[in-house]
Every structure is written in structure tokens, then in C-alpha cells.
Nanobody, 125 residues
Framework: VQLQAFGRGLVQAGGSLRLTCAAS????????LGWFRQAPGKERGFLAA????????YYADSVKGRFTISRDNAKNTVYLQMNNLKPEDTGLYLC???????????????????WGKGTLVTVSS
């Protein structure tokens, strides 16, 4: 299974952007998928996660109310709609999936089954 994130861009503060993470390869049946961000000079951090079957969602406090994670099971795709972007949202956005970890546990990054390569988002002030 390979994950590929799309949707890189340069946006002004207050703007919106939607990221897409598409899975390809052999049968893809994760338990949960998540989005993470690595800002310049900082460690990679959790943003949002979604249960692949039930659709339950979880968010980091820093993005709650601004970002929305969703999925399209038929397309093996997960999205991250980002609104009211701030300069501190700048970074490399990565998606990840796990075959056994529930969505609420996606905050723990160690041992994640699949990682995408990431896509760069820059928010200008």
C-alpha cells in the first residue's frame, strides 16, 4: 500500500485549501487514517484522524473548528479541508494509515503502518 498526498499550495492567511490523500496498491483496509504536520524546525505533530468504517473523527486542539477530515471509502481517499489558515499552519502535511490502531490512538505516531511522503503548504501573512 502506498499513500500519496496532494494539494500543496501557497495561500494567504484566512484562506482555505483541501488536501487529498490517496491510497494505492493491494487491498486497503485500514482501521483509521490521519493527517500530521511537520512545521519548519519542529517535530511532526498530529492534526486529525478518522475511523475508516464508522467515520468517527478526532482533532488536535490547534485545528479544531478550522480543519475537517473526511473520507471516501470507494476511492480509498481521505481529505483534509483547511479553513481560516494561519501562518503557523505552514509545514509539510503527511497522511498515515494503520491496520489496527483506532482513530483516537492515531495521536501516537510510533509504529504507524503506512506513511505518505507529504505535501507542502505555505500560509503567508
Amino acid at each position: 500500500v502506498q499513500l500519496q498526498a496532494f494539494g500543496r499550495g501557497l495561500v494567504q492567511a484566512g484562506g482555505s485549501l483541501r488536501l487529498t490523500c490517496a491510497a494505492s496498491g493491494r487491498t486497503f483496509r485500514p482501521v483509521a487514517l490521519g493527517w500530521f504536520r511537520q512545521a519548519p524546525g519542529k517535530e511532526r505533530g498530529f492534526l486529525a484522524a478518522i475511523s475508516w468504517t464508522g467515520g468517527s473523527t478526532y482533532y488536535a486542539d490547534s485545528v479544531k473548528g478550522r480543519f475537517t477530515i473526511s473520507r471516501d471509502n470507494a476511492k480509498n481517499t481521505v481529505y483534509l479541508q483547511m479553513n481560516n489558515l494561519k501562518p503557523e499552519d505552514t509545514g509539510l502535511y503527511l497522511c498515515a494509515a494503520d491496520r489496527a490502531r483506532p482513530a483516537q490512538a492515531m495521536t501516537q505516531q510510533k509504529g504507524m503502518d503506512y506513511w505518505g511522503k507529504g505535501t507542502l503548504v505555505t500560509v503567508s501573512s
